[in-house]
């Protein structure tokens, strides 16, 4: 059975009262692949993940999934820990010692390119810096299968850009199987394997799309540009229609657009 | 500085009204007098600040303890929720001028029941800016801990708990600002020594300035707390940026 390290979905219907956030999504992802999620706001992106993570159970059909780690849409860093501790939160949960967390954490730090802020607290980090904590928190759980919910969602599009190179980067050193929910049709070509295309609420799968391509992958390379565009037309962007009002401008201008419209979603 | 020039414009108009203005000193003594009489009478008033400073110390750090444990006790169980939030409330309609009697009474002239008004008028804000704060710690950080299967202690351990004490030391300085009407009323039911027994004799002989000067120290025993309260959380809660250009 794959789901050691891989997620199988299978059917999976949830709603929260009267509304459906997912319709029978079956999804397959195999341990080390990446696999991006994009769709519309509210499409239950965020809802699938917390279902990965088993912060809830499907309605119906079944979710197999190997331990899994989230890193929440905003960062969640707690203010009052500094850089070292929040990156160790998941180590201090897991029962290991502050000081034994907090070497562990540091281990890290020249990697993440946090070197000399380690006893800084999130108000005094970028939101770059912020993003490479929070990962760093998620890796350190330990979890093969990580859930990242829009990372990059709340940061400036250039900053985006560097980062969404340091997490390929990140990846190709540290291969996890990810789950990666995102507005930005580019930024799941850049990083993913396979990219699953999600309908507007209640979210079904639309299509996938292999991302057959060689890393590093540069955004203006012709394959991926072809890829980019093919998303966003099945995604409808280029009709006038509701779902491309909404995609297009997140996805084309890298604006911090977020999921909000759904419960938890 | 502000503060500074406001309270010199106040006990100037205060000292000019009552000098001028012919007031009847037994019924508004002039500052002058009131410092008059609290330079006069500090051997006799200081072993009542004492007392009465004691007496609010106790009733605060003993609110803060129930308080604490009832905030807590409320956030992690609905059934105690429901079963003490309409007492806790109620227990700040209960008129102390009324009951201190009845506590007098019961348990005596000592300092327990002193402490226990105190901490009766104390533990209202202390529990519920707790409890709020409990309930107010970011959803994100604690899914987040849910997802790492953390225990029920641990996320109260490590996000509900830190994330609560600025609302509960908004509790406790408000505490400590009301915390001398406790004591004053307990010592008017039934008191040796106590700030509010100067308050009650300096009154029976109409030595309204000695009335006042208690007053004043009551005035000061209330800041004194608050400020020490303030000092505290600045010490603990260091992860908030202050805006404060120029100090309090």
């Known amino acids: 059975m794959q789901s050691e390290a891989g997620v199988e979905l299978d059917a999976v219907d949830k709603g929260y009262g009267a509304v459906q956030a997912l319709r029978g999504v079956s999804l397959r992802v195999a341990p080390g692949e990446i696999v991006a999620l994009v769709g519309p706001s509210g499409c239950g992106k965020s809802t699938l993940l917390e279902l990965v993570c088993g912060l809830g159970a499907p309605d119906s059909g079944t979710v197999r999934a190997g331990a899994a780690a989230l890193m929440p849409q905003r960062d969640a860093l707690l203010p009052w820990l500094t850089a070292l501790d929040n990156a160790g939160l998941a180590l201090r949960v897991?029962?290991?010692?502050?000081?034994?967390?907090?070497?562990?954490?540091?281990?890290?730090?020249?990697?993440?390119?946090?070197?000399?802020?380690?006893?800084?607290?999130?108000?005094?980090?970028?939101?770059?810096?912020?993003?490479?904590?929070?990962?760093?928190?998620?890796?350190?759980?330990?979890?093969?299968?990580?859930?990242l919910d829009e990372p990059f969602g709340a940061l400036d599009a250039l900053t985006r850009l560097q980062m969404q190179r340091w997490l390929a980067g990140a990846l190709a050193r540290e291969p996890r199987t990810v789950l990666l929910v995102t507005h930005d049709v580019e930024e799941a070509v850049l990083l993913a394997d396979r990219v699953v295309l999600l309908s507007p609420r209640p979210g079904r799968v639309v299509e996938t799309l292999d991302v057959l391509l060689p890393r590093p992958r540069e955004r203006d390379d012709v394959a991926v540009v072809e890829l980019r565009e093919r998303a966003l037309r099945v995604l409808g962007a280029d009709d006038a229609g509701a779902l491309g009002r909404e995609l297009a401008p997140a996805a084309r201008a890298g604006a911090p657009a977020r999921d909000e419209a759904a419960p938890g979603s | 500085m502000i503060a500074a020039l406001v309270l010199i414009a106040l006990v100037g108009g205060w000292e000019a009204l009552v000098r001028l203005g012919g007031v009847d000193p037994l019924l508004l003594p002039a500052p002058t007098q009131v410092l008059e009489a609290l330079w006069e009478d500090r051997s006799l008033l200081a072993p009542d600040l004492w007392t009465t400073t004691y007496e609010v110390v106790l009733g605060l750090a003993a609110a803060t303890a129930a308080g604490a444990a009832l905030g807590v006790a409320m956030h992690l169980s609905p059934a105690l929720r429901r079963a003490l939030r309409p007492l806790v409330i109620g227990s700040q309609a209960v008129p102390v001028p009324v009951i201190a009697p009845l506590v007098i009474l019961v348990l005596g002239f000592g300092l327990a029941p002193k402490v226990l008004l105190v901490a009766l008028?104390?533990?209202?804000?202390?529990?519920?800016?707790?409890?709020?704060?409990?309930?107010?710690?970011?959803?994100?950080?604690?899914?987040?801990?849910?997802?790492?299967?953390?225990?029920?202690?641990?996320?109260?351990?490590?996000?509900?708990?830190?994330?609560?004490?600025?609302?509960?030391?908004?509790?406790?300085?408000?505490?400590?600002?009301?915390?001398?009407?406790?004591?004053?009323?307990?010592?008017?039911?039934?008191?040796?020594?106590?700030?509010?027994?100067?308050?009650?004799?300096?009154?029976?002989?109409?030595?309204?300035?000695?009335a006042f000067a208690a007053t004043l120290l009551l005035f000061l025993l209330a800041i004194a707390l608050y400020g020490a309260c303030a000092l505290l959380e600045r010490r603990v809660v260091d992860w908030i940026p202050r805006t404060e250009p120029g100090g309090p």
């Not at chain 2, 704060?133 to 351990?157: E, I, T």
């Not at chain 2, 609560?164 to 010592?187: D, R, W, Y």
Request: with cysteine; glycine share 10%; hydrophobic share 50%.
């Open chain 1, 94 to 147: 897991a029962g290991v010692g502050r000081a034994a967390a907090r070497v562990r954490a540091h281990e890290h730090f020249a990697a993440f390119g946090l070197e000399g802020f380690e006893h800084a607290r999130p108000a005094a980090l970028s939101g770059g810096m912020r993003q490479r904590v929070a990962f760093l928190r998620t890796l350190l759980a330990g979890r093969p299968v990580l859930c």
């Open chain 2, 121 to 210: 008028v104390c533990f209202f804000p202390i529990t519920i800016n707790l409890y709020d704060g409990l309930r107010a710690a970011d959803p994100d950080a604690r899914r987040l801990l849910r997802s790492l299967q953390a225990s029920r202690w641990q996320s109260l351990r490590l996000v509900e708990a830190p994330a609560a004490l600025p609302s509960a030391f908004t509790g406790l300085k408000v505490a400590a600002a009301v915390a001398v009407i406790g004591a004053v009323f307990a010592e008017w039911a039934g008191a040796e020594r106590g700030l509010g027994r100067v308050l009650i004799t300096a009154n029976g002989q109409l030595a309204t300035a000695r």
